[in-house]
């Protein structure tokens, strides 16, 4: 968007604000370029699979050029101004792909992601920002989220490319904030562990409890539902014992495998599942025994 374009939008708004009823923050319609939205998809990387849903569709340049793209991939606009949203379904109708692209007179906020892998925003930064929790709570993880000339605040872009105007892509992160458990035997010992993770969007730290011991996670890497972890804890009657879990986060459950290396020397292949649990013996007391 060129800087007088983005100074008139933003003088308009300023003017407009004391008439807005319906939402006090709203985006006036400029349309993109063409070679704007292309670069904007090509950073996401469209797929045969592919759901794209635009917020604040315009003229529905985006989800239009995306199906020209790709042959199979579906999508759906949603904007508030109806006139947009019929002129881009007559545009879907003439350039033959209303089969799979709609476009939708309705808020972005009430806006349906559930089904979208891919979610696009071209608006004020401020509307983009107060859409963030929107997305959080209603994308699955894993869902890719593009922007163009401005970020979503202090969640960190995954990826940043270019400039004038910048693209901005982030991966929507698993839940995992609370308390997990699970279990594995080793060298024949039963060995239950009490995590509790946290996270920060995509940034995730925990610590785990084993027995009377505890220890920090280490190399916590939180990608959509994919999890991966280092663990290094001193286990009753065996000593040091170095783990590398990695797993997919299923709701209320984590699966996937740990690579455990034993003080002996083996090492040994598990199946990892974790669930989450509403309370953690990672508190339970700890008592003054030293080993």
């Known amino acids: 968007m060129p800087k007088t374009i983005r ?3 933003f003088t308009i708004a300023l003017l407009s604000a004391a008439s807005v009823s319906a939402q006090e923050r709203f985006s006036f319609f400029q349309a993109s370029t063409p070679e704007s939205v292309a670069r904007l998809l090509n950073l996401a990387d469209l797929r045969d699979d592919d759901v794209i849903v635009d917020l604040g569709s315009g003229n529905g340049l985006i989800v239009l050029t995306a199906a020209k793209l790709n042959s199979k991939l579906r999508g759906w606009g949603v904007d508030i101004d109806p006139k947009l949203v019929a002129e881009s ?9 209303a089969d799979r692209v709609k476009f939708l007179h309705q808020n972005a ?6 089904e979208a892998t891919v979610i696009t925003m071209w608006l004020f930064p401020e509307l983009m920002r107060l859409l963030r929790p929107t997305i959080l709570e209603r ?11 401005w970020d979503l605040g202090t969640w960190p872009a995954d990826k940043v490319e270019g400039d004038n105007p910048s693209v901005h892509l982030w991966i929507v992160p698993a839940k ?5 458990s699970w279990e594995f035997t080793l060298a024949g010992q039963r060995v239950n562990y009490a995590a509790v993770l946290d996270q920060q969007f995509q940034a995730a730290e925990g610590a785990v409890r084993a027995s009377t011991n505890r220890e920090v996670l280490t190399d916590v890497k939180l990608t959509g539902d994919n999890i991966s972890f280092n663990l290094a804890i001193t286990l009753e009657g065996m000593g040091l014992t170095r783990h590398e879990f990695t797993g997919k986060v299923r709701g209320e ?4 495998t740990a690579r455990v290396d034993l003080p002996d020397g083996s090492r040994v292949e598990l199946p990892w599942r974790a669930t989450r649990t509403a309370k ?5 007391p700890t008592g003054v025994n030293m080993p």
């Open 253 to 256: 459950r984590i699966e996937g």
């Open 7 to 9: 100074i008139l939008i």
């Open 176 to 180: 995992i904030t609370g308390n997990w």
């Open 89 to 97: 379904n007559g545009v879907a109708q003439a350039q033959g792909v």
């Open 280 to 284: 953690s013996d990672y508190f339970a």
């Open 109 to 114: 906020f009430d806006a349906e992601l559930r």
């Open 139 to 149: 994308a699955r993880p894993g869902t890719r989220i593009l922007t163009s000339t």
